[in-house]
Nanobody, 127 residues
């Protein structure tokens, strides 16, 4: 199966920026969506941003829409999440994920529909 590895997490103060990276172990032409999710202790995993690669369409959670940008580098098999103006509420474990073959834009934030997952990278934002 495809292995995903996230890097770039760390601790920053509110207002700072971080860029997360997610590198895939291999390229698969049938991957149709790549997404970022986050999870706070005791909370459900929530969708942050998803890129539908076949149609070049992106979706963002309302809470991050004006601050985060999802993108990919096909040559490097890498997905990015540029996070600006970070807030304490952004503190969470961030995961990247991928869907193969069949994607629905209505499910951009549905974690249960993503097959491949990274191990996560921690982002901590202090006041």
């Amino acid at each position: 199966q495809v292995q995903l590895v996230e890097t770039g997490g760390g601790s920053v103060q509110a207002g700072g920026s971080l860029t997360l990276s997610c590198t895939a172990s291999e390229y698969r032409s049938n991957i149709c969506a790549l997404g970022w999710f986050r999870q706070r202790p005791g909370q459900e995993r929530e969708g942050v941003a998803t890129l539908f690669t076949k149609i070049s369409k992106t979706y963002y959670a309302d809470s991050v829409k004006a601050r985060f940008t999802i993108s990919q580098d096909n040559v490097k098999n890498t997905l990015y999440l540029q996070m600006n103006n970070l807030k304490p509420e952004d503190t969470a474990m961030y995961y990247c994920a991928a869907v193969e073959r069949k994607c629905s834009t209505n499910s951009w934030d549905k974690a249960d529909l993503f097959r491949y997952w990274g191990q996560g990278t921690q982002v901590t934002v202090s006041s």
